[in-house]
C-alpha cells in the first residue's frame, strides 16, 4: 500500500513563526503536491515537485515556499506564519503523468495564533 | 479556467437507499476525473479514477461515470451504509481542481 506521511496532525504556531510541515512517501513517487483547504474554497494547490530539486507554483504560492531535497520528502516552509495561514494542509504524490491517481497523507491542521 | 461544481453540498439519507452524487466540470479537456472521500479531520482516499476514454468505473458498491461532452460525472453508491457517511470530492486533472464536496450522511 502507499504510505503518504505527513509529521504532524495538529501544529499551533505564533505569528512570524518560521514553520516547516513536512511529507515522506514510500512509492519511489516522483510527483510530490501540497494543498490547503479551507471550509468554502475546498482543495487548493500551494506547490508541486516532479522531481528532486524541482518544483512549480501552484494556485496559491504567495506565503509559501517549498524544498526537495531527497525524492520521498517534500517540505513547505511558512517563512513568517500568519492567521491567514491557519488552514488543513495536505500532501500528496503521484507517479508522472497527469492520468496517474494522487494519493493523500492524512493532513496537518495548523492553527497560527 | 477550469471549474468543478458538486451538488448537492451536503445529503441525508436513510440507510439502504441508493444515492447519486453530482459533478460537473466546465473544460472538457481533461485526462481524468478521481472522486474521493475524506472523513473529518482526515486526509483524502481515492476511491474511484476515470481516464478521459472511459465511461465508468465500479468498486464493490460504488459506480462512477464520465460524460465529457456533457461536462458531468456522477457517482453511484448502492444499498448506503452508515459507514458511508463522509464528504466527497471530485476532481479533474491535468492538475488536479477539486470540487467542493457533497457531505454526506446515512443515517441507521
Known amino acids: 500500500d502507499v504510505k503518504v506521511t505527513q509529521s504532524s496532525r495538529y501544529l499551533v504556531k505564533r505569528t512570524g513563526e518560521k514553520v516547516f510541515l513536512e511529507c515522506v512517501q514510500d512509492m519511489d513517487h516522483e510527483n510530490m503536491f501540497w494543498y490547503r483547504q479551507d471550509p468554502g474554497l475546498g482543495l487548493r494547490l500551494i506547490y508541486f515537485s516532479y522531481d528532486v530539486k524541482m518544483k512549480e507554483k501552484g494556485d496559491i504560492p504567495e506565503g509559501y515556499s517549498v524544498s526537495r531535497e531527497k525524492k520521498e520528502r517534500f517540505s513547505l516552509i511558512l517563512e513568517s506564519a500568519s492567521t491567514n495561514q491557519t488552514s488543513m494542509y495536505l500532501c500528496?504524490?503521484?507517479?508522472?503523468?497527469?492520468?496517474?491517481?494522487?494519493?493523500f497523507g492524512a493532513g496537518t491542521r495548523l492553527s497560527v495564533l | 479556467k477550469q471549474e468543478v461544481t458538486q451538488i448537492p453540498a451536503a445529503l441525508s439519507v436513510p440507510e439502504g437507499e441508493n444515492l447519486v452524487l453530482n459533478c460537473s466540470f466546465t473544460d472538457s479537456a481533461i485526462y481524468n476525473l478521481q472522486w474521493f472521500r475524506q472523513d473529518p479531520g482526515k486526509g483524502l482516499t481515492s476511491l474511484l479514477l476515470?481516464?478521459?476514454?472511459?465511461r465508468e468505473q465500479t468498486s464493490g458498491r460504488l459506480n462512477a461515470s464520465l460524460d465529457k461532452s456533457s461536462g458531468r460525472s456522477t457517482l453511484y453508491i448502492a444499498a448506503s451504509q452508515p459507514g458511508d457517511s463522509a464528504t466527497y470530492l471530485c476532481a479533474v486533472s491535468g492538475k488536479l481542481i477539486f470540487g467542493q464536496g457533497t457531505t454526506l450522511q446515512v443515517k441507521p
Open positions: 476515470i481516464q478521459s476514454s472511459q
Open positions: 500528496a504524490s503521484s507517479f508522472p503523468g497527469q492520468k496517474n491517481i494522487q494519493y
